[in-house]
């Protein structure tokens, strides 16, 4: 009898406690989305249904209000739909939002301490240290590399095209090939070509990171997010994230060799390196990429986070890049008066810096593209890389034109894929228009498009970024004519990771240009 009453006492608080949980908002007096227990908004994801990205999409289109309450499991977040107050909780008050709420250990787990991850101090130092290495002067030095692997996707594509020249190409695929040839030259230092190597230890492991997860793995990838305290419970217990260790190794080896034997190679794993023995990057000269080297008790950075920080990139710029590129071929394709017009540019540029070969670029070249540019950015707007944005709330923070005040510690979230597609500030949302980035147009609310975030947190490496996405563009149209394709809007699948992947992939069919 006892029992049965303490159970039954055990039950009430239970239900006490879930209910104070999942009326949070209602006692805020913050407009909310419905959640359920104990998934919160979750339900669809856990479910398979639909990616975390769309979810959040999904909610800012149900909702008018300027933020809305939701649940992500336990956690109460707060959705912004409102763009100038999203971009100023990113500016104007960034001291009020520094951070993300991710899960970093620096002491005890050296490789989750990468940019994305890290907080305050921390952030901001490294922050200073690593900007250097993607400006305009070092991009260029990384060029040479940027473009071989361009010339081995166009050999690549060649050869699918002469064996079956009526076939769909699923460019997708073949883009992340390229894009991860990239990672895997310029950040980890590697002289790769997994377009005629497929099986090379690189690719492998990059490949094991998209393949189907181990159940203690998934957990601890999603409470890095959703319960930090989780993943740095397992790792205190001696949980290693397996891939990110042998990328760890891989780096690790190939810094040790060019120390060694004193080889320079103009890519980021060379700044890296003298940031690790000098402190600090440098200028944009000839002597930047030289080696130095100081004794391991002098060094200012370990090779774990020296891997954390090419893990990041490498996460970041693999999918982006080959999702801009392959989205901007596909649209094109169904817009034949755009491509011809991406593809008369690209030939007055070829000719106007005296380019005779269509397989070589310059750096100064791709600069001078700027109606793809204007594509590029339409992919972006269409398709963000990052179908939403997040931080966390680190001091009280009074909603402007409101009485309401977010709470420290309070999650935040922005739908970049729900404001792109608003047609409140996008006219057309559904239309692929690159002019509407003309200088002379602008028919957009230009508060609305942050596709790299804004503040002293956006994207480090969006130049970078966007002269990979570019080059494997622009050395397509060179070497390839785009047949057309009659309209159709893009469908996504689910996927675990935040990003935004294409049902079926992205086929377009390519004949070779005369």
């Not at 130049?463 to 469908?491: S, W």
Request: hydrophobic share 40%.
């Amino acid at each position: 009898m006892y029992l049965l009453l303490l159970l039954t006492i055990l039950l009430v608080l239970l239900v006490q406690y879930v209910r104070r949980i999942y009326t949070y908002w209602q006692r805020e007096g913050v407009d909310e989305e419905p959640a359920t227990f104990p998934f919160g908004v979750m339900i669809k994801m856990l479910k398979k249904e639909r990616g975390f990205g769309l979810i959040v999409s999904d909610i800012y289109e149900r909702h008018t209000s300027k933020i809305v309450g939701l649940y992500v499991m336990h956690k109460p977040v707060l959705l912004i739909r409102d763009p100038q107050l999203a971009r100023q909780i990113m500016t104007t008050d960034f001291a009020s939002f520094h951070d993300r709420g991710m899960y970093v250990d620096e002491q005890h787990d050296p490789l989750s301490a990468n940019l994305f991850n890290l907080q305050g101090a921390s952030w901001r130092n490294l922050r200073q240290k690593l900007a250097p290495s993607f400006s305009s002067g070092k991009i260029k030095g990384m060029f040479g590399t940027i473009d071989d692997v361009g010339d081995r996707l166009v050999q690549h594509l060649q050869g699918i095209v002469e064996q079956a020249p009526n076939e769909l190409i699923e460019m997708k695929a073949i883009l992340t090939t390229y894009a991860v040839d990239i990672i895997g030259s310029v950040i980890f230092g590697l002289d790769i070509d997994s377009f005629t190597n497929p099986k090379n230890e690189f690719r492998a492991l990059s490949n094991s990171l998209l393949s189907e997860l181990g159940l203690v793995l998934r957990i601890h990838n999603m409470a890095t997010i959703m319960f930090p305290p989780l993943a740095k419970l397992m790792n205190r217990m001696g949980f290693e994230n397996e891939v990110l260790a042998n990328l760890r190794d891989i780096m690790k080896h190939t810094i040790e060799f060019r120390e060694k034997n004193n080889v320079v190679r103009k890519d980021l794993l060379q700044l890296l390196i003298r940031l690790r023995n000098t402190g600090k990057i440098g200028d944009d000269d000839d002597e930047v990429w030289n080696i130095e080297t100081a004794r391991e008790e002098l060094k200012a950075m370990s090779i774990e986070k020296i891997a954390a920080q090419g893990f990041l990139f490498y996460i970041a710029g693999s999918e982006t890049t080959a999702a801009t590129s392959a989205f901007t071929l596909y649209e094109l394709a169904m817009y034949p008066e755009l491509l011809k017009e991406a593809r008369d540019e690209l030939d007055v540029v070829m000719e106007r810096h005296q380019l005779k070969r269509v397989d070589k670029f310059t750096y100064e070249a791709v600069q001078d593209l700027k109606f793809l540019d204007s594509c590029i950015m339409e992919s972006i707007r269409k398709y963000p890389g990052l179908p939403f944005l997040n931080r966390e709330c680190t001091q009280d923070f009074l909603v402007p034109g409101s009485n309401y005040t977010i709470k420290q510690g309070t999650g935040i979230l922005i739908s970049l894929f729900g404001l792109h597609r608003d047609a409140s500030y996008f006219p057309n949302p559904e239309d692929y228009d690159p002019h509407r980035f003309d200088a002379d147009n602008m028919n957009y609310d230009q508060t609305a498009f942050m596709p790299f975030g804004e503040g002293p947190r956006h994207c480090i490496a969006l130049r970078m970024g966007k002269v990979n996405a570019k080059v494997a563009v622009a050395k397509i149209l060179a070497n390839f004519d785009l047949v057309h394709a009659p309209r159709k809007e893009v469908k996504f699948r689910f996927d675990p990771a935040p990003v935004l992947l294409p049902e079926g992939g992205l086929h377009v069919r390519l004949t070779k240009r005369a």
